[in-house]
Every structure is written in structure tokens, then in C-alpha cells.
């Protein structure tokens, strides 16, 4: 008799595999639309279909390879998701793109100029802020190490608002070394720390620049502290940087970063 074989999972099984999941109106509309981006089943409620009609559009438009939506109800979605998820009637199961390495960015034909660097920052949804505040300034990636970083799927994305499509997520075995390595790029590499020699707006920031962050309360480790060109402050009227959320600190730097750009361009 021949041996039955188990059958093959169908793609559309809910729910989705774990770390595959995007869910929400801005990420999986950028994933949709994304050519790179390989989509393997969509659930949409009825109002999740609707809201997201014009990526479905444009999707079909532009010819790209997408599975049929598959109707699900709010209920099934709400059990299967961690509660109070705010996935708006969309579930996207995607592979993950695929990242360059921290060598293939460096050696890229387009010189860097912004590179955010996260020390152990764990919270999925600081990371996807980070993230969107990169897309919005133009930062060329967000580098994380390989293990105490979150993975770029679920909240990250959710909170990443789309920017997952936009910006690299670059992932490093050491931290350490990836600053000496950008350093070598170069870039000038700044960590954020309260205890600072001066401010980042008294930096001067006329170069390429990496800005190392890390996690709220621990801040930067010994070792990437001290692998940093410099350690700058972003002075607040409390107790200074550590009252910021990480995420928001990300995004004051980012801003000072242009701002200091734009103000040296005009000069030019």
C-alpha cells in the first residue's frame, strides 16, 4: 500500500505563519504595491476591502503576481491577533524582504549620508517609528543586531507605517564592529547619550553621519559607546535625553540632521 503523504498546507490557511504577518491599511497597501515584495494570501473584511480598493487597483494595474483576497470576519481576526492589535480588517502574509548586507550598503554605488544604528532596541513599535521618521528624512537604513531586535513583520511594520517597503533593515551579528566599519565608510558616527560632551545641534554635521541609539532606560552599551567618534546629547528642559522615548529621539536627531544639511546647502 503506498505511504499517504500529509498535504501540502494551502497558502490562504488561517491564520498566517508566525514573523509572516503585516496587518493595517498603510503597511500592507506599501507591501501590496511593492514589486520586491512576494504576497502569499490576503484576508480582508468587508470594510477592509474597501479601504483597501486603490492598492488592490493599482496592484492589478502595474501587473503584479497577487494572490485572491480571501474574506474573513473581525472576530476571527480579533482571536487570532494579540488583543487591541490595530489591524483595521487586513492580514497580509508576505515573505520578508530580503536586506542587504551592512558590506553591500557600504559598498553601494550611491554614497551613504544618514545610517540610524539601534543598541538592543527590543520594542517592535519604537523600531517601526524609527523606521517611518528614517523614510520621512531620508536616512539610507536602520541597522539592528541579529538578536535582541524585533522582526520586521506585525507591530514593527504596523507602526512603520509603510516605511519597511522604503527603508533597508539591516541586521549585524556586532554592533561594535558595524560602527568601526561605517567609520571606515566614512561616516561620522554619533551616539545619543545623556551624558554628552555637547549637543547634537552644536555638532556641525557637514558629512556623512551615523547616529547610534539605544534602549530606553540602558541606553548605549559600554563597548558601542566607546566606538563612537562622539557622544552627543539632545538637551530637553527635564533630565535631559533619557526622559525621550527612543523613537522620539530618533526623529528630533534625524530633523537636526536636515535641518543642519539644508542650512550648509543654502550656504553652498
Same mark, same amino acid.
Request: hydrophobic share 45%; charged share 25%.
Given at each position: 500500500?503506498?505511504?499517504?503523504?500529509?498535504?501540502?498546507?494551502?497558502?490562504?490557511?488561517?491564520?498566517?505563519?508566525?514573523?509572516?504577518?503585516?496587518?493595517?491599511?498603510?503597511?500592507?497597501?506599501?507591501?501590496?504595491?511593492?514589486?520586491?515584495?512576494?504576497?502569499?494570501?490576503?484576508?480582508?473584511?468587508?470594510?477592509?476591502?474597501?479601504?483597501?480598493?486603490? #492598492?488592490? $487597483?493599482?496592484?492589478? &494595474?502595474?501587473? @503584479?503576481?497577487?494572490?485572491?483576497?480571501? +474574506?474573513?470576519?473581525? =472576530? *476571527? %481576526?480579533?482571536?487570532?491577533?494579540?488583543?487591541?492589535?490595530?489591524?483595521?480588517?487586513?492580514?497580509?502574509?508576505?515573505?520578508?524582504?530580503?536586506?542587504?548586507?551592512?558590506?553591500?550598503?557600504?559598498?553601494?554605488?550611491?554614497?551613504?549620508?544618514?545610517?540610524?544604528?539601534?543598541?538592543?532596541?527590543?520594542?517592535?513599535?519604537?523600531?517601526?517609528?524609527?523606521?517611518?521618521?528614517?523614510?520621512?528624512?531620508?536616512?539610507?537604513?536602520?541597522?539592528?543586531?541579529?538578536?535582541?531586535?524585533?522582526?520586521?513583520?506585525?507591530?514593527? #511594520?504596523? $507602526?512603520?507605517?509603510? &516605511?519597511?517597503? @522604503?527603508?533597508?533593515?539591516?541586521?549585524? +551579528?556586532?554592533?561594535? =564592529? *558595524? %560602527?568601526?566599519?561605517?567609520?571606515?565608510?566614512?561616516?561620522?558616527?554619533?551616539?545619543?547619550?545623556?551624558?554628552?560632551?555637547?549637543?547634537?545641534?552644536?555638532?556641525?554635521?557637514?558629512?556623512?553621519?551615523?547616529?547610534?541609539?539605544?534602549?530606553?532606560?540602558?541606553?548605549?552599551?559600554?563597548?558601542?559607546?566607546?566606538?563612537?567618534?562622539?557622544?552627543?546629547?539632545?538637551?530637553?528642559?527635564?533630565?535631559?535625553?533619557?526622559?525621550?522615548?527612543?523613537?522620539?529621539?530618533?526623529?528630533?536627531?534625524?530633523?537636526?540632521?536636515?535641518?543642519?544639511?539644508?542650512?550648509?546647502?543654502?550656504?553652498?
Amino acid at each position: 500500500m503506498p505511504e499517504r503523504r500529509s498535504p501540502e498546507p494551502r497558502p490562504d490557511r488561517w491564520p498566517p505563519r508566525p514573523g509572516a504577518a503585516l496587518w493595517g491599511l498603510h503597511a500592507v497597501a506599501a507591501a501590496w504595491t511593492n514589486p520586491v515584495r512576494r504576497c502569499r494570501a490576503l484576508w480582508l473584511t468587508d470594510a477592509g476591502a474597501e479601504a483597501l480598493t486603490p #492598492a488592490l $487597483a493599482e496592484a492589478k &494595474a502595474r501587473g @503584479l503576481d497577487r494572490p485572491a483576497p480571501t +474574506p474573513i470576519e473581525r =472576530r *476571527a %481576526i480579533d482571536r487570532a491577533l494579540s488583543p487591541g492589535t490595530v489591524h483595521q480588517g487586513i492580514v497580509l502574509d508576505a515573505a520578508p524582504l530580503e536586506a542587504p548586507s551592512l558590506d553591500a550598503l557600504i559598498g553601494r554605488d550611491r554614497p551613504l549620508g544618514c545610517v540610524i544604528l539601534l543598541d538592543q532596541v527590543t520594542d517592535p513599535h519604537n523600531v517601526g517609528a524609527i523606521l517611518r521618521s528614517a523614510a520621512v528624512f531620508g536616512a539610507d537604513a536602520v541597522v539592528t543586531t541579529d538578536r535582541h531586535a524585533p522582526e520586521a513583520a506585525g507591530a514593527l #511594520a504596523k $507602526a512603520a507605517s509603510g &516605511a519597511c517597503e @522604503l527603508v533597508p533593515l539591516v541586521r549585524v +551579528p556586532n554592533l561594535a =564592529r *558595524a %560602527i568601526t566599519d561605517l567609520k571606515g565608510a566614512p561616516l561620522w558616527c554619533l551616539g545619543l547619550d545623556a551624558g554628552g560632551a555637547r549637543p547634537l545641534a552644536a555638532a556641525a554635521i557637514d558629512r556623512p553621519v551615523a547616529l547610534v541609539l539605544g534602549a530606553e532606560g540602558r541606553g548605549l552599551r559600554r563597548l558601542t559607546r566607546e566606538r563612537c567618534d562622539e557622544l552627543v546629547s539632545l538637551p530637553t528642559g527635564g533630565d535631559g535625553f533619557a526622559t525621550l522615548n527612543v523613537s522620539t529621539a530618533a526623529a528630533v536627531a534625524l530633523y537636526e540632521v536636515a535641518r543642519q544639511r539644508r542650512s550648509t546647502e543654502g550656504r553652498a
